[in-house]
């Protein structure tokens, strides 16, 4: 067993034994069904190591930990309804429970920003634009937020780590593409 939580980072997390004694909200997300049409590599456990394993070495801990944590509230938020597994919420319910995550485990001091990149790693999806739509002022506002280079590494590996037809990750080099042609 790790005792000195502040050294560990979402790769420990992932290959630990004793998961479910340190991150138990994480251990709980195995057998958490997902939409095969956009999950495909399985429950939402899989999927999160998926995503983790993307990750190079060198990225900022806040998104080791927004990665790691980024579908945490699917545990409590997923039903079956009208045919299809769904989480809705689960961004809001996961950002809810991140602050005390990180407080046991030392990391606090990046708990607001992490429950920042969870609460928004769904904001390509949410703003229904597709990968033809144009950004409007109030998008332009949004990724001026000083995290929001942080939040594009969280949504990459979101879309890495899943095996399906999402179009997640080219609507978000969509935008990525607008802000350089107003810049």
Partial sequence: MIKNFS???PSKVIVLENLADIVPELAALKGIQQPVEYHSEGDAFTHTCLAV???PQDIDERVQWAVLLHDIGKATTTK???GRWRSHGHDIAGAKIIPQ???RLG???ISEDVC???RHHH???SWGLGTSGQLTAKHHRFCAQPLFPLLVEV???DAAGSQGTSEKGKIVEHILEQLQHTK
Avoid: P, Y
């Fill in 53 to 55: 394993k993307s990750l």
């Fill in 123 to 125: 904001f390509a999806l």
């Fill in 107 to 109: 990391k606090q001091s």
């Fill in 116 to 118: 920042w990149l969870v």
């Fill in 155 to 157: 949504v990459r590996a």
């Fill in 80 to 82: 079956f309804v009208d």
């Fill in 7 to 9: 050294a560990l980072t």
């Fill in 101 to 103: 995550i990180l407080h």
